[in-house]
């Protein structure tokens, strides 16, 4: 395996990437990007507002050249949009310029988080227009191929805290690669 310089976090919505990425990023001392903060900054919209105005093809064009740009930086780690697997060309990006977790949670506790987070209604546009449970298993069922084919490592985060996820992440990134030391 090569020396990990950057981390990627992959995986559906509500499954702990920003959350995670950003303790991981802490422990280790590397920098730390949520892809959809980063463009909502550039948009100085909400991805709803600027799906809403541009549609889905120019949110998707935008997050995979911001994609391209991240995979030049060192020490990072990136939290990805739910759907940036869908691109081929940055299915191959990420596995081959990043680490990649794939952040795995059931449909059903997805759709519980989803409820429960009132922002991710306001923040994150239907992706079918299917209600929340549906959306999430139809769209799921679709990606989970992706996120297979990118991730070099799986972590199931249904019922683990982030303190034990981030332990994890930290010790599969010691296991392959000698850069990283507690």
């Keep these: 395996m090569r020396e990990v ?38 948009f100085g919209m909400s991805i709803s507002s600027w799906v809403s105005k541009h549609g889905w093809d120019s949110f998707r064009k935008q997050e995979s050249a911001l994609l391209q740009e991240l995979s030049q930086k060192r020490n990072l780690v990136v939290a990805t949009g739910g759907g940036i697997v869908e691109d081929p060309k940055n299915r191959t990006l990420l596995r081959n310029a990043f680490f990649v977790f794939w952040l795995r949670a059931q449909p059903r506790e997805i759709s519980r988080r989803l409820v429960n987070d009132s922002s991710s209604t306001n923040n994150r546009p239907s992706l079918t227009g299917m209600g929340i449970t549906e ?5 799921l069922k679709r990606r989970e191929p992706f996120y297979r084919s990118v991730a070099h490592a799986v972590i199931d ?6 303190t034990g996820l981030a332990d994890r992440v930290i010790e599969l990134i010691n296991h392959f690669s000698t850069q990283f030391r507690r």
């Design 135 to 139: 959306e999430v298993e139809t769209v």
């Design 5 to 42: 310089v950057r981390i990627a976090l992959v995986g559906y919505r509500a499954t702990g990437k920003t959350t995670l990425g950003a303790l991981v990023a802490r422990r280790i001392n590397w920098s730390f990007v949520d892809m959809d903060e980063m463009l909502t900054g550039r």
């Design 157 to 162: 985060t249904d019922d683990s805290d982030p």
